[in-house]
């Protein structure tokens, strides 16, 4: 059985955490802020911000997961986290020799005329944050190539309801030209996690990154509509734009498929209805 950090401990991290300590790894989370009730494994909190705030963490590990939350689309979050976090971290379990696997995100890609990506695309990242996550990737990189980076699209799920909200709310939507949506549910973004864990401890060869995103990289207005009827929510009004208006990108799952993943909601069809979605979104935003 490995050693394992999993540096972030919020929803998907626990879980993943959790998972693995199940499985009988030695598993150790990091977290900035206590956990409200006790984990079956040790959760140290620290703040890796802070380089002196790493002196409770033991060094020894085979596995580093990092999966942390900036907590704002800040950019000075992400610096602190992304760079100084990254780097006080590395430097900290440096004589192990651990493999790193990242969470990173699909806003790496800037791309936006509806275009494919996929693992071999360039990443384009137009903002502060999404050019933060490039630096760190290429810092894992940087220090050994075997190490692995999963890059998810939007995460979705029971408490992560935004589309579900702007629904409700009967906002207006894109409709022409088409702008496409990329998502993940949050129980695939751990099995997908789960996955990658397994192939790097059994030291099977890799992708330097994976994006993680379900099969259907739908339209916005197809989507919307679709949750509308679902839910008995008012159908969305279009925003007709001119063709120069952003139409996203399309983010392709390939690289996962070939590692033999398969998602449990492969589309916005299975992971919008039902206890999938949340039923409680149904409940507070149903039209009166």
């Known amino acids: 059985m490995a050693n394992i950090l999993v540096v972030g401990c919020g929803d998907i991290g626990y879980r993943v955490a959790l998972a693995l300590h199940g499985l009988g790894h030695r598993v150790v989370g990091v977290k900035r802020r206590p956990l409200p009730a006790p984990a079956p494994f040790p959760i140290i909190t620290a703040d890796i911000r802070q380089a002196g705030g790493l002196q409770l963490i033991p ?10 939350s900036p907590g704002s689309r800040q950019a000075e979050a992400y610096q602190a986290l992304y760079r100084s976090g990254l780097n006080n971290l590395l430097a900290h379990v440096a004589a192990a020799k651990p493999r790193w696997l990242m969470v990173s995100s699909s806003s790496v890609y800037g791309q936006d005329r509806g275009e494919w990506v996929d693992e071999n ?10 050019q933060c996550l490039v630096a760190a990737e290429q810092r894992l ?5 075997a190490h692995c980076v999963v890059r998810f699209s939007g995460i979705y799920g029971p408490g992560r309801d935004r589309l579900l909200r702007r ?8 409709q022409t030209p088409p702008s496409y949506t990329n998502r993940i549910h949050c129980d695939d973004c751990v099995g997908v996690l789960l996955l990658v864990i397994k192939n790097l401890l059994a030291g099977e060869p890799l992708l330097p990154c994976y994006l993680a995103s379900d099969n259907d990289p739908a339209p916005i207005w197809e989507v919307m509509n679709w949750i509308a009827l679902q839910y008995a929510y008012p159908a969305p009004a279009a925003l007709n734009l ?5 139409q996203n990108k399309r983010c392709g799952n390939a690289g996962l498929a070939a590692l033999g993943y398969e998602f449990l909601f492969p589309t916005y069809r299975e992971g919008y209805i039902g206890p999938a979605a949340g039923v409680t979104v149904k409940k507070l935003y149903k039209p009166t």
Do not use: H, K, N, Y
């Open 59 to 68: 060094v020894e590990f085979d596995l580093v997961l990092f999966i942390v």
């Open 121 to 130: 695309s360039p990443t384009r990242p137009l903002s502060p944050t999404a």
């Open 141 to 145: 990189w940087a220090m050994d190539d």
């Open 167 to 174: 629904a409700a709310q009967g906002e207006a939507v894109q």
């Open 242 to 246: 001119t063709a120069e208006a952003s």
